[in-house]
């Protein structure tokens, strides 16, 4: 089956900005692998931000944004808030069934 | 607005079944599909399968197949996993989503899975 990877771990200072990736063992991610990118804080459902590559939800903060960069799937944080320290999770669609990555937890410190 | 609510914790022995319900609210039941994902503990997410309520049409994953089985009530807009020949690593929260055109939104809050003898 697919791998999908991601960065196990960043650290960001509140107000900067971070790039998370997702790549997949299949080779470059495109659009049509239709990314899916969640938030998940301890002991809650995950939270959708961004689909099909670079949509936002209508609740999603405008300082997330959704991309795709040198072959990987990307989210970025611009302005990073406290509030955004969290697990975060790209879902990439690969032949025919969804594919989570491993996750990357992200600290504002 | 949109709801997902799914039943209640369970404790099963290994070799049991699960079947855990998601009853839909808010949208048009047979015009979105349903995705479930679990979440062993301290774990990563993982998708298990996908179901579409107007045809009945599923996708799973390789990894589960033939272990789980997607169905849903169109009377009561509600969709339901099974999950057979449970091991201690089943143990897991058990989401539903819905999840149409490439289109994951609103989930469920989770229901709590123990498999323990």
């Known amino acids: 089956q697919s791998v999908v990877t991601q960065e196990p771990s960043l650290t960001v200072s509140p107000g900067g900005t971070v790039t998370l990736t997702c790549a997949s063992s299949?080779?470059?991610?495109?659009?049509?692998?239709?990314p899916n990118w969640f938030q998940q804080k301890p002991g809650q459902a995950p939270r959708p931000l961004i689909y099909?590559?670079?949509n936002k939800h209508s609740w999603t903060p405008a300082r997330f944004s959704g991309s795709l960069l040198g072959g990987k799937a990307a989210l970025t944080l611009s302005g990073v808030q406290p509030e955004d320290e969290a697990e975060y999770y790209c879902?990439?669609?690969?032949?025919?069934?969804?594919?989570f990555g491993g996750g990357t937890k992200l600290t504002v410190l | 607005q949109v709801q997902l609510v799914q039943s209640g914790p369970e404790v099963k022995n290994p070799g049991a079944s699960v079947k855990v319900s998601c009853k839909t609210s808010?949208?048009?039941?047979?015009?979105?599909?349903i995705s479930w994902v679990r979440q062993a503990p301290g774990e990563g997410l993982e998708w298990m399968g996908w179901?579409?309520?107007?045809?009945?049409?599923?996708n799973f994953a390789q990894k589960l197949q033939g272990r789980v089985t997607l169905t849903t009530d169109t009377f009561t807009n509600t969709a339901y996993m099974e999950l057979r020949r449970l091991r201690s690593d089943d143990t897991a929260v058990y989401y539903c989503?819905?999840?149409?055109?490439?289109?994951?939104?609103?989930w469920g809050q989770g229901t709590l899975v123990t498999v323990s003898s």
């Open positions: 989503a819905k999840d149409q055109d490439f289109l994951i939104d609103y």
């Open positions: 808010g949208y048009p039941f047979t015009s979105y599909g």
């Open positions: 099909r590559t670079n």
């Open positions: 179901i579409s309520p107007y045809d009945g049409k599923t």
């Open positions: 299949t080779g470059a991610v495109n659009n049509a692998h239709y």
């Open positions: 879902l990439l669609y690969i032949g025919a069934i969804w594919v």
